[in-house]
């Protein structure tokens, strides 16, 4: 519970430090950094895309140094079985030679699950993180178990790689609060990166925050304010991604194929209470809401085939909408 606005400002100096001790690893990626601090704030899990070798495993088992959190990797491939993400039942024997069941918990028990290049797994291994991400448990051998506290799973894939891969439904990239995209660095950042990863010695993240204080500072942002002309205005933004919507901009009606369903208003105003969390507000402002509506709509906005051969991408459309509502105001 906040009780006074010295809690809002220590609380944002507390993720300032946390961002400043992973940028003390990580080159550049400013932006990833910060919507990846807003997923784990909001209790959320996120989905990176980027290309191969942008270090995208390297932020994710800092990001788990620096909050001592349990870091897991899972390497997603085409024969991998869901039994070897949850766990499996195993026969033991005692020494009278009495049989007995023991359960050997998977990777997925863990505090922050990287879940690396998803895409390369069959739908069925894909379909096994779905109990995990959205109830925080998993079922096997008849018994369904509590995964430790607090679970987030940070997914990756390649974009341009296509072949043997199996692209996630729409169901499934629902459940992602945010997509994060991975850019490549500057021409300063690769010099920075190749003079920090070919010294000697390598800098290492300190630990800057327990799981404890980031449950604290979750339950912080959900006291966040949003006042009921700025939650219009996040509904308004939504409603304009669907293409039968009559105020929706004319780009939306000849583009978009399907528009965001309630998830993407509840990661909007979620994410959104983080942001003001983290610039020190009680409340949330249109700004706020405007920076996290293209990483929460960039995968719950389906495009038609006619914008795919036109070059034109859902962060467009997003922009189009932010636009079109702001002229609106």
């Known amino acids: 519970m906040i009780e006074s606005k010295e809690q809002i400002t220590q609380a944002a100096e507390r993720i300032a430090a946390l961002k400043e001790e992973i940028g003390s690893v990580i080159v550049g990626q400013k932006t990833v950094v910060e919507q990846l601090l807003w997923c784990l704030l909001a209790g959320g899990h996120a989905l990176l895309e980027g290309i191969p070798g942008l270090g995208k495993t390297m932020l994710v088992r800092t990001v788990a140094e620096t909050i001592s959190l349990q870091y897991s990797r899972i390497q ?15 026969i033991d024997f ?6 007995g069941r023991s359960f050997q918990p998977g990777p997925i028990f863990g505090n922050l699950v990287l879940a690396d290049e998803i895409n390369r797994a069959t739908p069925k291994t894909q379909s096994a993180l779905l109990e995990a991400m959205q109830e925080g448990t998993v079922t096997a051998g008849g018994e369904t178990r509590q995964l430790p506290r607090p679970f987030f799973v940070l997914a ?3 974009p341009i790689e296509q072949e043997g891969t199996y692209p996630l439904p729409e169901a499934q990239l629902d459940r992602f609060l945010l997509k994060i995209g991975v850019s490549y660095p500057t021409r300063e950042e690769l010099k920075e990166i190749v003079l920090r990863t070919t010294a000697a010695t390598q800098a290492r993240a300190e630990v800057k925050m327990t799981a404890d204080e980031l449950t604290e500072l979750q339950l912080y942002a959900k006291h966040i304010l ?3 002309d700025v939650l219009d205005m996040a509904v308004r933004l939504v409603m304009m991604t669907h293409p039968a919507e009559a105020d929706a901009p004319d780009d939306v009606k000849r583009y978009v194929r399907f528009g965001a369903g309630p998830r993407a208003l509840q990661a909007i105003v979620a994410v959104s209470k983080v942001r003001a ?21 960039r995968h719950r906005v389906v495009l038609g085939y006619e914008a795919q051969a036109a070059g034109i991408t859902t962060d467009q459309m997003t922009e189009s909408i932010l636009n079109a509502l702001e002229l609106t105001r």
């Open 76 to 90: 997603f491939t085409p024969d991998l079985m869901p039994a070897d993400i949850t766990g499996t039942t195993l």
């Open 94 to 99: 005692t020494e009278q030679g009495a049989a």
């Open 156 to 158: 990756t894939q390649n």
């Open 226 to 228: 949003v006042a009921e």
């Open 277 to 297: 969390l983290c610039s020190g507000k009680l409340h949330v402002s249109w700004s706020d809401i405007r920076e996290v509506a293209v990483p929460a709509l």
